[in-house]
Every structure is written in C-alpha cells, then in structure tokens.
C-alpha cells in the first residue's frame, strides 16, 4: 500500500489516547506537586525543546528536497509530539482542581491524598497513597483516587472495614493506618 493512502491520527482524537480519563463531570484532583511537575514540564517543552526542533526543521528545510531529508521529516514528527503533549498538559492544567493534603494532617480519616496502610483477610498488609491520576504511580504504591481502592477506603476511618471489589470477587479490607504530609511552614 502506498504511504499516501495511510491515515494519520487527527491530533484531537490522539491527544488522550492510552491516557487514564478523567472522570465525566468529575475533577482532576492533583497535589501541588503533582501540579507543579506537569507545569514544568509544560514549560520545558515551551520554552526548550520545541525552539530547538523548530531550530532544526528550519535548517532542514533550507537544505532543499524535504522529501528524503531525514532531519526535516523526524523534525517534524517530532514537533507534532510535542504539540500534541503540550495540548494535552495544558488541558490538563485547566481542569485540575488543586488540593493539598496537608490540610488533613492529623486526621484518621481517607481523603485525597492519604497514605493509606489496609489488611485483607488473610493479613496481608498493604499501604498505597492516593494521588491524582496524572501523578499516580502504582510502582511506588500510588494509586489514582478513582482506582477501585481508593474510592472503596476514601471517606473511611481507621479501624472500618470497606468492601472492595476484585476480580476474584469482593474482598474486605480493614484500614489500620491513615497519614497526611505535615503542613508546609511558612518561610
């Protein structure tokens, strides 16, 4: 088949593609620091990487016959990369509602935010944090607030047990530990 008859994604329909969704009519929740990570790297590719590979594609460009150019066609794959994924941080950012989990220090109860440490049934202990999903790590015990775990803890206290369902059925777990970060001292 000729490459003139391949489709390319349409940038709208790619920008959220294999990326968790946001929940409709819900928030994107996200720590400060979740929110300064995606802010910085929203910049990087402003204000960095995007004038260098237009630096290139122009250079490319005035070397005459794009067609087999090798640095003015991966120059500008490379520039539709990078617009896509500031398009997609930047709507990220509009619908991020904030919210600093310090404010629960002390608390014994599961808000956005907490380190959340639970026993199943057979003793098994687990502790994960419950972030934003544009933070989440599950490598690092992170999960997304709209995991199934986390909406089954949120709003629980030490000491209750939550249903949680799993693919091998409902399982009941009981919380034995709940923490925030201490709240951050003025300067």
Do not use: C
């Amino acid at each position: 088949m000729s490459k003139a008859f391949t489709r390319e994604p349409n940038a709208e329909e790619d920008d959220d593609a294999g990326l968790p969704p946001i929940p409709s009519g819900g928030k994107n929740y996200i720590t400060p620091q979740g929110y300064a990570r995606i802010r910085a790297e929203l910049l990087q590719l402003i204000d960095e990487e995007r004038p260098k590979v237009v630096e290139i594609v122009h250079w490319a460009a005035s070397n005459g016959d794009r067609s087999e150019n090798g640095d003015y066609i991966y120059g500008k794959k490379r520039l539709r990369e990078i617009d896509r994924r500031i398009r997609f941080l930047t709507k990220r950012m509009e619908l991020a509602s904030v919210t600093d989990p310090s404010v629960h220090h002390g608390s014994d109860q599961v808000f956005f935010g907490a380190q959340v440490t639970y026993e199943n049934g057979s003793g098994e202990s687990n502790t994960i944090t419950i972030l934003g999903i544009d933070e989440a790590d599950s490598l690092q015990g992170q999960v997304s607030w709209v995991s199934p775990v986390a909406r089954a803890l949120l709003k629980s206290r030490v000491g209750d047990v939550v249903n949680l369902q799993t693919p091998a059925g409902i399982q009941a777990i009981e919380v034995t530990r709940v923490s925030y970060p201490p709240p951050a001292s003025p300067h």
